[in-house]
């Protein structure tokens, strides 16, 4: 838990907001905002998210989520390789 709150702490000062959208993500996650959308649409793997309102509705990512889903993310990666 340790390292979930120092990178949503990390990402909190970066950002100045609770949560980020589709373009910062992509920038935390070094993935293009179409692959994000993609995993969208597919239900494929990404940090849980909160959609809004209406057609123009976008899609939030809360800061705690991403945080979780890196710490997960890079802990994956690690024992793979």
Do not use: H
């Amino acid at each position: 838990m340790e390292d979930v709150l120092m990178i949503y702490n990390q990402l909190r000062s970066k950002y100045s907001k609770e949560r980020i959208g589709k373009k910062e993500l992509a920038v935390e996650l070094s993935i293009s905002v179409s692959t994000i959308n993609y995993r969208i649409s597919n239900k494929l793997d990404l940090p849980n998210y909160q959609k809004g309102n209406g057609k123009r509705g976008g899609v939030f990512f809360p800061l705690m989520e991403v945080a979780k889903y890196l710490v997960k993310t890079v802990k994956v990666m690690s024992e793979v390789c």
